[in-house]
């Protein structure tokens, strides 16, 4: 579906990769896709590859043309095609108001300081913007995807690792909302073993985000202690098993030859 050419979207020129927007966008798109050139250039030099990309910066109404992701304003990349929203999505809304029974009234007030009154989730999707081009890193660089919680953490380090040394003012919207985890009550959810991630992923985005939020955290621990070192070290990790016949499960030994925090986060998981 991404890879068909959609009328509405017009190409933006600029940029060592194509691009191309809404029409009227253009100007959104160009913000997005210098953000986009920056993190690349950021990621490559970490990780040792370069990834092929396209940047498609849609509207609602193009939104099903350029990505398989069923909520518009979600960024997703796939293959070597990203797509992002052009700004507000109508389930940002929704999101925050799933969270609301749960909130402590010092996380409800720093939301409403960091986002609004309305609950205004741009700027924390503008965030994973970031996380969801690690993932193309994943998807070209690797035969095989599993062990999907490994490589949420490790696209959540990239995003944390790029924010503190490029984008330091993007922070906050991402600890504000991560915050929420420490809210939602872990014994509600069915599923909370690293393991579970999928499951939990095909039950909505409720139980998603507990996992997300909490490896966010993990992220942020992980980048503190070992930096871009370790996060090549964990991407090599992954790469390494991606390409083996039979992994099997991931074991805190093999977590601790990549780093002892790492074998540390799974020894205290769930948070």
């Known amino acids: 579906m991404s890879n068909t050419e959609v009328r509405r979207l017009s190409p933006v020129s600029g940029f060592p990769f194509a691009v191309r927007a809404t029409s009227g966008a253009e100007a959104r798109a160009t913000e997005l896709a210098a953000r986009t050139e920056r993190v690349v250039t950021w990621l490559t030099d970490a990780l040792h590859f370069t990834p092929s ?18 909520l518009y304003g979600m960024p997703h990349a796939h293959a070597a095609e990203i797509a992002v929203p052009i700004g507000e999505a109508p ?8 969270y609301e029974p749960y909130l402590t009234d010092a996380t409800r007030a720093n939301l409403r300081e960091e986002f609004g009154e309305q609950g205004s989730l741009t700027p924390y999707y503008e965030a994973i913007h970031v996380h969801e081009l690690v993932h193309l890193y994943h998807q070209q660089g690797w035969d095989k995807y599993p062990d999907l919680w490994l490589v949420e953490l490790h696209a959540n380090m990239g995003m944390i690792g790029y924010l503190n040394e490029m984008e330091p003012d993007m922070l906050p919207a991402v600890q504000a909302l991560t915050a929420v985890g420490y809210d939602l009550n872990a014994a509600d959810l069915p599923y909370r073993d690293l393991a579970d991630l999928p499951k939990a992923l095909d039950r909505g985005l409720f139980d998603y985000a507990w996992y997300f939020f909490h490896l966010t955290v993990a992220a942020d621990e992980l980048w503190e202690t070992g930096g871009t070192r370790l996060f090549r070290r964990l991407y090599e990790y992954v790469r390494a098993r991606q390409h083996a016949a039979n992994p099997g499960p991931v074991t805190r030994d ?16 769930p948070p």
């Open 53 to 70: 990309l396209r940047l498609s910066v849609a509207g609602e109404a193009d939104w099903a043309d350029v990505t398989d992701m069923p």
């Open 254 to 269: 093999e977590m601790w030859a990549v780093h002892p925090a790492l074998a540390q986060m799974m020894e205290e998981w």
């Open 91 to 98: 389930f940002y809304v929704d999101q925050l108001a799933s």
